[in-house]
C-alpha cells in the first residue's frame, strides 16, 4: 500500500466487510491500524501515538485497545485532576507525613512529595501507595524508637539512683573515696543520641548533687543517714525536673499570655512554609495585626485590662485560623499570620470574618466593655523574590493603614477592607 487513497479505500472496504457503518469513529480505527500495519506514515495517527505514548500506568490500563480513538483518549484525558490540586495535597502530605521524633526522615519524605509534584499522575499508581504506605511504616517505627530511647535513658538514671540509694541505707555510711567514683561512673552513663540534648541538663544536675555531697564529706566526717521516704522524694524530683524540662520546651514555643506561637516558634515554623512553597508552589500571604490605640486601653483601664485584650484578640484569630497555618504574638500588641490559599477571595473573606467578629462584639474585662479596632497589612507570597521582601510589605501596608486613619485593611494587590 503506496498512497492515502488506497489506505482509505481499504479502510472504507474492511468496515463493510465487518458489517460495522463507516462512523467517524469506526473509520478512525480502522485506519489507524492499517496505517501501523503498512508502516505508512500519517500524521494525525504519530499525533495519536504520541498522545497514547503520554499516559501514565493508571491511565494505560484503562485504555481499550480495541476501541483507540480520539473519542476514547479525550474519555480519559478528562479524568486527570488538576494538576495545582494535586500539589496542594502534596504540600500537606508532606507536613502530615512529617515524623514528631525523628526528624531525619522529613528530608526523604519531602523529596518523594516533590518528585510526585513533577510527575502528579503517577499519584495513582500502586507503586506509589506502596512507597507512602512504607514511608508512614517507617514513620511510626522511628518515631517509637526514639521515644523508646528517651524513655530508656531516664530508666537508666532512675535505676542507677535507686540502686545507690539503696546501697547506702543498707550501709548506713558513704566514704570519700566513694563520693569520688560516684561521680566517676554518672559521668560514664551514656545516653542515646535521640536524648542526649534533653538529659543533659538533669545528667549535669546529678554530678552537681553528688558534688554537694562531696562537700559535705569535706566539711564533716558523719555518717549519711536516709530513709526510704528520701528515695521515693528523689524519685519524685526526677519526675518534676522532667516534667519541667517539658514545660519549659513548651514555653519556648507558646506565647504564656496569648495562647499563640512565640516570635521564637514563628521562626521555625516560617523555615517549614518556605521549603514547602519552594518544593510544591503552594501558595500563601502574611497578615500583620496591629491592634488600634492599644496604648489607650493600658493607660485608662489598667495593664490587666490590656493583657485581656490581646488573650482575647488572640483567641479570635485562633479560632479563625486553620491548623495548616501559623498565628504568632510578633511583639505588644501585633500579630503576624501565614494563612494558605487557593485564590484571594478565600484570603478575603477569612479577614472579613475576622474584622466582623472584632468589630460587632464587645471586648470584656470586669464590668468594663469595650470596643476594640485593628489595622492589617497583607502581602501574598508569589510576588515578592523572598520572604523578607513579603513580610517587609505587609508592615509597610499596616502603618500604611493606621497613618491612613486606623480600623481597616490593606492588601499589596490595592485592596482595602474597611
Known sequence: MKDINQLVETALKNLKDKNLLATPE????????????????????????????????????????????????????????DEDEIK????????????????????EIDEI???????????????TSRNLRRYNDLRIKKDKLVFNEKSNDVKKLIIFLG???????????????????????????????SSSKHMAILHEKLIKGIESF??????SNKKILTSKEDNNSLYMEIEKLKENLDKAEEEKSI???????????????????????SIFDTKYAIVFYDIDHFKKVNDCYGHDCGDKVLATFASILNKLTRSEDVISRYGGEEFICIIHYKNIIEVKNYLKRVRNIVSNNKFVYKDIKLDIQFSAGVAFRNIYTS?????KSADKLLYKAKYDGRNMIILDNGDIIK
Not at 504564656?256 to 516570635?263: H, I
Request: charge should be neutral.
Open 26 to 81: 469506526n473509520y478512525e480505527r480502522e485506519f489507524y491500524k492499517l496505517s501501523r500495519k503498512h508502516e505508512l506514515l500519517v500524521e494525525e495517527r504519530v499525533e495519536f501515538d504520541d498522545i497514547k505514548e503520554s499516559l501514565c500506568k493508571s491511565e494505560r490500563k484503562k485504555l481499550n485497545s480495541k476501541k483507540e480513538s480520539y473519542k476514547e483518549l479525550s474519555r480519559i484525558l478528562k479524568q486527570r485532576v
Open 88 to 107: 496542594y495535597f502534596l504540600s500537606n502530605l508532606s507536613y502530615f507525613m512529617s515524623p514528631s521524633l525523628y526528624k531525619e526522615l522529613k528530608i
Open 113 to 127: 512529595c516533590k518528585e510526585l509534584s513533577l510527575n502528579p499522575n503517577d499519584l495513582f499508581d500502586s507503586e
Open 163 to 193: 540502686k545507690l540509694l539503696k546501697k547506702i541505707i543498707k550501709e548506713n555510711s558513704l566514704t570519700m573515696d566513694r563520693v569520688l567514683d560516684l561521680k566517676d561512673e554518672i559521668k560514664t552513663i551514656e545516653l542515646s543520641n
Open 214 to 219: 562531696e562537700k559535705v564529706l569535706k566539711k
Open 255 to 277: 506565647d504564656f499570655l496569648t495562647g499563640v506561637l512565640t516570635r521564637r516558634a514563628y521562626s521555625i515554623e516560617v523555615e517549614r512554609v518556605e521549603n514547602e512553597y
Open 387 to 391: 520572604y523578607e521582601d513579603t513580610i
